[in-house]
């Protein structure tokens, strides 16, 4: 993975047992390996919510801060050889410390996505299992949320195209961009979350492939909700919020 910034004095590395967390000390000092299991917050009363989705995010409240917490799991066929293990190529090819390197140059680069906290890894063998908190994103809904109670503006869309396009011009290939992945809060703070298998790449034809993506997402989010809860006129802002100011023509025929 490309790294453009280097990790800070503030985050620490630990082996612990049979592997290794990664945390920042300065938003989760008093962080341990117990953070990492729900039953040590289910113990203190302290879940207070959980997303669905290919595996469980839990939330978590500590006195500070909101958590969400979650344990990497298997989608598709591969999921019914196994669950959540996965082989063990090196610490930096881990899912978790490779999401939560990325996610924390965004979040120093000022990019809209969660503080990363904690990752971590147990490594049984040639394979292991891992997990990562982030720090929680409050009074946040995503878009799928927001399309199940009503359509959404065009100024909406418009903002949203915007945000995308800056992750883009960063360089940030999102591997899973979809409408439950993009957050949105108050007014329009508009946040990314979730970059298991994101990087870091210079522009190119995964541009489109990412917008391709997310409008095949909103029409199946969209697919048995009212007719007009997403139309050609809302994707269509969203090309224009993400291609306002760019200096091109516009998107390729695949965006469309």
């Not at 341990?32 to 839990?58: C, H, I, K, M, N």
């Not at 800056?166 to 360089?171: K, M």
Request: proline content about 4%; aromatic content about 10%; charged content about 25%.
């Amino acid at each position: 993975m490309n790294e453009r910034i280097a990790l800070g004095s503030e985050t620490r590395r630990v082996e612990v047992g049979s592997g290794v967390m990664l945390y920042d000390t300065s938003r989760a000092g008093n962080l341990t390996p117990s953070w990492f299991e729900v039953d040590y917050w289910r113990g203190r009363d302290a879940l207070v919510g959980q997303a669905g989705g290919r595996g469980t995010t839990w939330f978590a409240a500590t006195p500070d801060i909101g958590i969400a917490l979650r344990h990497y799991r298997r989608g598709g066929f591969i999921a019914r050889l196994s669950e959540d293990r996965y082989l063990y190529l090196g610490d930096a090819k881990t899912r978790p410390m490779h999401e939560w390197r990325l996610t924390y140059q965004l979040h120093r680069a000022g990019l809209p996505v969660p503080a990363p906290l904690g990752a971590r890894y147990q490594r049984d063998g040639l394979t292991y299992r891992g997990d990562l908190i982030t720090e929680r994103i409050e009074d946040s809904r995503s878009v799928a949320q927001r399309l199940r109670d009503s359509s959404l503006p065009l100024s909406d869309w418009i903002a949203i195209g915007r945000c995308i396009r800056r992750f883009h011009d960063f360089g940030v290939c999102h591997a899973d961009l979809n409408a439950h992945n993009i957050l949105w809060r108050g007014d329009g703070e508009i946040f990314l979350i979730d970059f298991d298998r994101g990087s870091l790449r210079p522009r190119g034809m995964w541009c489109d492939a990412n917008l391709v993506r997310l409008r095949r997402s909103l029409l199946k989010v969209t697919a048995e909700l009212p007719t007009g809860t997403f139309s050609e006129t809302d994707w269509h802002s969203v090309l224009a919020g993400y291609w306002q100011g760019a200096g091109n023509v516009g998107p390729s025929a695949a965006a469309h």
